[in-house]
């Protein structure tokens, strides 16, 4: 056995890349929780944990990062709208597996978290899905400090996030796609396109639409990512979409219940490829379709509350990254501006006879 009990305590003996280790621990709970978290490190390549005998006690049965998530899950994240806890669980679940579910919360460090930073970056992911990776492993971390487990939240910067996502639509650009998916016989995946880019939605939205909240021209999306609901007014192309998919769809329910997301995603893809240039660098290609929505609001001369109101934005500030205008649509401004400095006609005076007219 690795775990075996020596004096008032417990000691771990076991060896990990051809080292072998010694530690010394109050309970046996916590020395298997240090080996288990050790063996976890070791193998994904990280330094092991510290070994440390003085747990804080205050947070009750929580020791261990896995005891953490479950609690923060359970009395935070579950009590927030049920879209943005899924978000939020996932981000914390994956700080949880990647440290080790059995990993002491005492012996997290500001380096675990710049592990973790390395390791989402390995994945390709940006600055802006980084930090609120790494804001799930924060969150739980304050909650350990209120429970007295620690006595402070491990620093770990906030990394500067780009403007917004460059892949957005402009008007029209949607038309080789849609004419593509014609071509293709996946008229379902057409009616969605069209629906996401001319309202905006998410795409998990579109695909819970029920057919009562759609009334008069307008749609009604209820429980939104914000915790509110928004209507939107539809378009008249959306609005035949929204009649295809009454007649084709298999859902009775919901116009787009019949998706599957990972089908979508792969389908588009391939169009994407198919079509090459500026496509070829769409990283989203559902959520895209929300990116020009919103751009081709502001485009239009929409005001920003407006756009935050239809997109469900947290703030303005949020809106501001998404709304993107192309730099042709800024060449409005140069025209105001000739119009405000063009030199007004100045009246000559000119000698006739000796006289000025």
Sequence with gaps: MS????????????K?????????????????????????????????PEATNSTVQGGGRIETLGDLFDEVTKTRWSAKNAKASSFLVRNGKLFTDFLGRARLITSIKSADFYSYVDHCRSLGNENATINRKVSAGRTMMRVAVQREIIPGVPYCEKFRESAGSVNYFEFGEEDPILTHLKHRGLDQLYDLVIFLVDTGARIEEALTVDWKTIHGGRLRLENRKNGSFGV??????????????????????????????????????????????????????????????????????????????????????VTQRYVKL???????????????TTPKTKLKLVKQGGKRA
């Design 3 to 14: 775990v075996n009990p020596r004096g008032k305590g417990f000691q771990v003996d076991v």
């Design 16 to 48: 990990l890349s051809g080292v072998r280790h010694r530690p010394f621990f109050e309970t046996e709970a916590k020395a298997k929780a240090w080996e288990a978290d050790a063996r976890h490190a070791d193998k994904m390549g990280r330094p092991l």
């Design 232 to 317: 939107i007014p539809l378009t008249k192309r959306a609005t035949l979409a929204l009649e295809r998919r009454r007649i084709h769809s298999t859902n009775v329910d919901r116009p787009f219940g019949d998706f599957k997301y990972k089908w979508a995603v792969a389908q588009l893809t391939k169009v994407y490829e198919h079509l090459g240039g500026r496509y070829l660098d769409v990283t989203q290609p559902l959520h895209v379709f929300r990116h020009s929505c919103a751009s081709r609001l502001a485009i239009a001369g929409i005001d920003a509350n407006r756009i935050k109101e239809w997109m469900d934005h947290s703030s303005l500030l």
């Design 326 to 340: 192309s730099p042709k649509n800024l060449e409005i401004g140069a025209d105001a501006l000739d119009r405000m």
